[in-house]
Nanobody, 123 residues
Framework: QVQLVESGGGLVQTGGSLRLSCLVS????????LGWFRQAPGKEREFVAAIGASGNYKSHRNTVKDRFTISRDNAKNTGYLQMNSLQPDDTAAYYCAVSFGRAPVIEQEAGYWGQGTQVTVSS
């Protein structure tokens, strides 16, 4: 059974930082690309960042690329999203997803999803 479990969300003030984690089980993590997506209330889910299976390829949404960093530790079966200089517009539920052999940059490329973790940035 494939499971993705996100953690690290919470309430933070504008300008603060959080690090999200995504623990993956049930697949050979080192063969899967990892992506982070987010969904704000009343909005569609959107791409945030993605990383290839080996960690060599990375992509970040333009509006976060100077503030967020995606990474992974294949020995721990875990992906991360370091979020700095958080803004109220970053408030959303954040989801991790994996895709066999590719870094998922659109929802349709993701094979498995986590349940999400809430990030709330107060002004």
């Amino acid at each position: 059974q494939v499971q993705l479990v996100e953690s690290g969300g919470g309430l933070v003030q504008t300008g603060g930082s959080l690090r999200l984690s995504c623990l993956v089980s049930g697949v050979t993590f080192s063969k899967y690309g990892l992506g982070w997506f987010r969904q704000a209330p009343g909005k569609e889910r959107e791409f945030v960042a993605a990383i290839g299976a080996s960690g060599n390829y990375k992509s970040h949404r333009n509006t976060v690329k100077d503030r967020f960093t995606i990474s992974r530790d294949n020995a721990k079966n875990t992906g991360y999203l370091q979020m700095n200089s958080l803004q109220p517009d970053d408030t959303a539920a954040y989801y991790c997803a994996v895709s066999f052999g590719r870094a998922p940059v659109i929802e349709q490329e993701a094979g498995y999803w986590g349940q999400g973790t809430q990030v709330t940035v107060s002004s």
